[in-house]
């Protein structure tokens, strides 16, 4: 069985990328098992490679990264010779997802309270993505890692880092730690391909609706009470990127943070 090593988030190599991926290393400076790596013949101090490793269980994979490559736009390349592209379709899109905020201004307003990535992720729009496309995808992911269903029956498969034996037996141990996840969505509304970001922060839902007011920040029903959304503004066309900002747990770890829910209410997909 191959194993996913690694999730990469590829961005074209220009100044705009170079300067995205200077904002996302100060956004997550304070990630204990984030690395920035730049090129050795530059000098420059200029990243171009951030790796996200995941501290347990340990040698779990895959890992994920953000580098700049030669790609005309950007693109998730999943092993194996899989990768989502960007498609963009309508552009106004949803308008309560329309962005409105920088992303140095969203750097500005989260330093130093961005303790680790819960997940990264990738919502496919369905306008584009035929059902056995779809399928297609979920099929070779999971041949490859060890992904679970969403609980409440949504299209929101995760893959949970894992080692070399849980992904032939699956995953039995319940350890804060498995991240970043990745989630994949079937998006029935969106027109666009849409990169997702959780991260967990040490603020309250009103330090984060106070940061982030209507219409820079929302919430989706139903999720009001676990994290707050942020559309940013990027030079990407057809393609939206938003950051899902956790709000602060002072009682845990909980089962979402172990896994133990997405594992034994989900079921893992093979």
Same mark, same amino acid.
């Given at each position: 069985m191959d194993r996913l090593s690694e999730i990469t988030f590829l961005l074209p190599a220009?100044?705009?990328?170079?300067?995205?991926?200077?904002?996302?290393?100060? &956004? &997550?400076?304070?990630?204990?098992? !984030?690395?920035?790596?730049?090129?050795?013949?530059r000098g420059d101090g200029v990243?171009? +490679?951030?790796?996200?490793?995941?501290?347990q269980p340990a040698d779990a994979r895959p890992v994920t990264?953000?580098?700049?490559?030669?790609?005309?736009?950007?693109?998730?390349?999943?092993?194996?010779?899989?990768?989502? @592209?960007?498609? /963009?379709?309508?552009?106004?899109?949803t308008p309560s997802l329309r962005a409105s905020v920088e992303m140095t201004d969203l750097t500005r307003r989260l330093a130093g309270h961005v303790q680790r990535v819960d997940h990264t992720g990738v919502n496919v729009p369905a306008c584009a993505t035929?059902?056995?496309? $779809?399928?297609?995808?979920v099929s070779a992911l999971a041949s490859a890692s060890t992904m679970y269903r969403y609980p409440t029956g949504?299209? $929101?498969?995760?893959? &949970?880092?894992?080692?070399s034996d849980e992904?032939?037996? @699956?995953? +039995?141990?319940?350890?804060? @730690?498995?991240?970043?996840?990745?989630?994949?969505?079937?998006?029935?509304?969106?027109?666009? !391909?849409?990169?997702?970001?959780?991260?967990w922060t040490d603020l309250t839902r009103t330090e984060l609706e106070l940061l982030f007011p209507e219409p820079e920040g929302i919430t989706f029903p139903g999720l009001e009470e676990i994290f707050r959304v942020v559309p940013v503004i990027h030079p990407w066309p057809?393609?939206?990127i938003r950051f899902d900002?956790?709000?602060?747990?002072?009682? @845990?770890?909980?089962?979402?943070?172990? /896994?133990?829910? &997405?594992?034994?209410?989900?079921?893992?997909?093979?």
């Open positions: 220009t100044p705009e990328s170079s300067s995205f991926l200077g904002e996302l290393r100060s &956004l &997550l400076a304070k990630v204990a098992y !984030t690395d920035f790596a730049g090129s050795a013949d990243v171009d +490679r951030l790796t996200l490793t995941p501290p990264t953000f580098q700049l490559a030669d790609v005309a736009a950007p693109e998730v390349a999943l092993g194996a010779g899989h990768s989502i @592209g960007v498609w /963009g379709g309508d552009t106004t899109d035929s059902p056995e496309q $779809w399928q297609d995808l949504e299209e $929101w498969p995760f893959v &949970l880092p894992s080692t992904l032939v037996g @699956g995953i +039995r141990d319940f350890v804060v @730690g498995r991240e970043p996840r990745f989630e994949l969505v079937y998006d029935q509304w969106l027109t666009q !391909t849409q990169w997702q970001f959780a991260l057809g393609l939206g900002l956790c709000y602060r747990i002072d009682d @845990g770890p909980s089962d979402w943070e172990t /896994g133990e829910w &997405l594992i034994t209410e989900g079921g893992r997909i093979r």
